[in-house]
T-cell receptor
Framework: DTGVSQNPRHKITKRGQNVTFRCDPISEHNRLYWYRQTLGQGPEFLTYFQNEAQLEKSRLLSDRFSAERPKGSFSTLEIQRTEQGDSAMYLC???????????FGNGTRLTVT | DQQVKQNSPSLSVQEGRISILNCDYTNSMFDYFLWYKKYPAEGPTFLISISSIKDKNEDGRFTVFLNKSAKHLSLHIVPSQPGDSAVYFCAARVDEGAQKLVFGQGTRLTINP
């Protein structure tokens, strides 16, 4: 069990640039979640996938955000035209399904300057 | 609208004593509650959970209590150890099918030797 892997660990970008993060879930976990955590707050739900299907998106996920899980394995989260308010820790989690807790990765910390 | 609240940002406890972390929620539709522990530079790690049909769940040094009428839950750690120093997040499950979680803001627990 290698755990949930997220890359990169840190990303610094200038406002207006596009960024993409990658998440590799625990193998055979068919559910994958993206959360965002800002300073002093708990993680907030963004979206989740069951295999390759994106089943729900939070209203926090503006149209500048897009997530994919093309083959039901790894997932990417892209933010277009980044804003300073996008600065946060982006956490990915996976689970084999109902009744099992989420397993989180170590996150990607995004800083928009 | 903060549906899950942890009103104590920090807590300091002497090693060997009991640590009690508190959490309040507003949504009576939550059916499952979890506690996650987070070390710096790591993602949250699942600690213990409780179903809304129970009022207590115990796992080793960790016990979670649920008071549905008061919409309150607490995590007891006894005896507290230095390795317990971390940020603790309370989370509530919104949707059994989707397994979306709503997190509190976290409480930083420091165990003093």
């Amino acid at each position: 069990d290698t755990g949930v892997s997220q890359n990169p660990r840190h990303k610094i970008t200038k406002r207006g640039q596009n960024v993409t993060f990658r998440c590799d879930p625990i193998s055979e976990h068919n559910r994958l979640y993206w959360y965002r955590q800002t300073l002093g707050q708990g993680p907030e739900f963004l979206t989740y996938f069951q295999n390759e299907a994106q089943l729900e998106k939070s209203r926090l996920l503006s149209d500048r955000f897009s997530a994919e899980r093309p083959k039901g394995s790894f997932s990417t989260l892209e933010i277009q035209r980044t804003e300073q308010g996008d600065s946060a820790m982006y956490l990915c989690a996976s689970t084999p399904g109902m009744g099992s807790p989420l397993h989180f990765g170590n996150g990607t910390r995004l800083t928009v300057t | 609208d903060q549906q899950v609240k942890q009103n104590s940002p920090s807590l300091s406890v002497q090693e060997g004593r009991i640590s009690i972390l508190n959490c309040d929620y507003t949504n009576s539709m939550f059916d499952y509650f979890l506690w996650y522990k987070k070390y710096p530079a790591e993602g949250p790690t699942f600690l213990i959970s409780i179903s809304s049909i129970k009022d207590k769940n115990e796992d080793g040094r960790f016990t979670v209590f649920l008071n549905k009428s008061a919409k309150h839950l607490s995590l007891h750690i006894v005896p507290s150890q230095p390795g317990d120093s971390a940020v603790y997040f309370c989370a509530a499950r919104v949707d059994e099918g989707a397994q979306k979680l709503v997190f509190g803001q976290g409480t930083r627990l420091t165990i003093n030797p």
